[in-house]
């Protein structure tokens, strides 16, 4: 008896089912609440011919949040004995209607319907999909390679009985035929080492609803949540966060839309790539201390668990009747042991020495800083500075309060969503230091929209190493705070002097 062949893919299980439930229904959870009458805002690729005829055609262009189609591409070093898999996940929709008895034996559609443990909902689920192709990249620098795939159809129905057996009822599931097409793409790229672009274009080829259809209808044959995820055997995956400076060309010239490709699985590794419609960094992970899926895998554990712990017996009777996936929800919570609720309150995931005064005078090797969350002052018997007014040195250039900046966000362990702002000019409106005694730049573009942003205080916060000074004063100009500091640049060497 042959061992079982592991799963490529099981390292990013838990990330891409995050992907792939993400909004699938949102607290309280229940039916009637308006968040949850419209679903499904991720990875949507409707019907070609509905696509266009609602909004002409589609080009993929920037913000366009779905569409009939989506492009993955990603660079990828290999010899070409290696093999290339790939795995199109999404979610097929899957109409629940609750259907009351006639007395003559038929059934008559209807919202609501008691049974034996409480009720059923007229709802729409979804049923999770999947695709497998492996290509030698031998066969794929050839040329382009198809794959087609299809989710069947369906209809089942459930019986629904009252406390006494009496049948009353049934709960209908239907489902429409799913079809698309998959391209997949190999060719060299433009750089000193020999280097693969790959491309995965995922087409919906349903022939869907007529073109003057709601949504709704339209989401009925429609892939949703819709991602990809690759692997190599031998081989390995380059950032298109953070590559290296001799592929940084090839990095710019990848087009992905509606989706962007990232490494997955530990730290470090390069054998994983998840090309999600959400925004994800390299290497993201599911916190462990997590205990279970609430849909939302951005939001906080705790505080979604203790809100659903005030729900009203009601509410959470209608959360049970909405989904079964919701009914885990509450039951889950309900539940939960103080242990691992405890466990959501926060976790260190890494420490730093505290720079402090009195290491300061005893010039101990932790000297450098305040107590946390004390005043700032300037020189000796100055008095404290108000927040945002310190400077600091980046590159040999003194920054304050008015300098002109470009913003270089890193990579990695940053938020995704300033990779955005890479490139755009700002102007600093403070440096501050956090409790930990680390400095930041606070900035607002510099554009008219930033204006109202200025007035509130609501500024962009970067570290001082991912801004790159555009005016020239000197790091040996007076400084009126007195508590410059010493940045390092990204390479390690110093940043300029106090």
């Known amino acids: 008896m042959h061992d079982p062949v592991p ?80 795995r199109v996940r999404y979610l097929q929709l899957q109409a629940r209607d609750v259907e009351r008895r006639r007395p003559d034996g038929s059934f008559q559609p209807v919202e609501r319907l008691a049974t034996a443990d409480g009720a059923e909902l007229s709802f729409e689920e979804a049923v999770p999909r999947h695709a497998d192709a492996a290509v030698p990249l031998a066969r794929l620098r050839e040329g382009p390679v198809t794959v087609d795939l299809a989710a069947p159809g369906g209809e089942d129905a459930e019986p629904v009985r009252d406390g006494t057996g009496r049948p009353t009822g049934r709960v209908v599931r239907r489902r429409r035929t799913l079809t ?17 672009r790959l491309r995965v274009r995922t087409e919906n080829t349903a022939a869907g609803p007529a073109t003057d259809a709601p949504r709704q209808i339209a989401l009925r044959s429609s892939l949703v949540a819709t991602h990809t995820l690759l692997a190599t055997d031998d081989g390995a995956f380059l950032s298109l966060l953070d590559p290296p400076a001799w592929a940084g060309e090839a990095a710019g010239q990848c087009a992905n839309v509606r989706t962007f490709p990232v490494l997955v699985g530990e730290p470090g590794s390069r054998d994983l790539v ?60 309900d539940a939960m042991p103080p242990e691992v609720m405890a466990r959501l309150h926060g976790a260190i995931r890494s420490l730093r020495p505290v720079r402090r005064p009195a290491d300061l005078a005893a010039g101990g090797p932790a000297a450098g800083g305040p107590v946390a969350g004390a005043p700032v002052a300037g020189a000796a018997g100055d008095p404290p500075l108000p927040p945002g007014a310190e400077t600091v040195v980046v590159d040999g250039v003194r920054l304050a309060r008015g300098s002109r900046v470009r913003l270089r966000p890193r990579p990695r362990g940053t938020d995704a969503h300033d990779m955005f702002l890479a490139g755009r000019t700002a102007r ?70 106090p």
């Not at 698309?180 to 693969?196: D, G, K, M, S, Y």
Request: proline letters at 10%.
């Open 7 to 86: 799963d490529p893919f099981a390292r990013a299980q838990a990330v891409a089912d995050a992907v792939l439930y993400e909004g699938y229904a949102l607290y309280p959870y229940r039916k009637s609440s308006p968040k949850n009458q419209v679903r499904w805002q991720f990875g949507v690729l409707a019907p070609r011919r509905w696509m266009e005829g609602r909004d002409g055609a589609d080009d993929g262009v920037a913000g366009s949040s779905e569409g009939w189609w989506q492009q993955s591409e990603c660079l990828l070093e290999a010899p070409p004995t290696a093999t290339l898999r790939v």
């Open 180 to 196: 698309a097409r998959v391209h997949l793409a190999a060719e060299p790229a433009t750089t000193p080492f020999p280097l693969l």
């Open 274 to 333: 998840l090309s999600s419609p959400i925004i994800l960094y390299d290497h993201p992970q599911v916190a462990p201390e997590s205990p279970g899926d609430l849909f939302d895998a951005a939001e906080i554990d705790e505080i979604l668990s203790l809100r659903t712990l005030t729900l009203t017996d009601a509410e959470k009777a209608e959360v049970r009747a909405t989904d079964p996936r919701t009914a885990a929800i509450v039951d889950r919570v």
């Open 428 to 497: 600093v409106e403070g440096v501050f230091r956090d409790v930990d005694d680390a400095r930041h730049v606070a900035v607002t573009l510099e554009d008219p929209s930033s204006e109202p942003h200025r007035w509130y205080g609501r500024f962009h916060y970067f570290a001082p190493e991912e801004v790159e000074p555009l005016d020239d004063t000197p790091a040996d100009a007076p400084d009126p705070s007195g508590a410059a500091a010493t940045v390092p640049r990204p390479d390690g060497t110093a940043g300029g002097t």
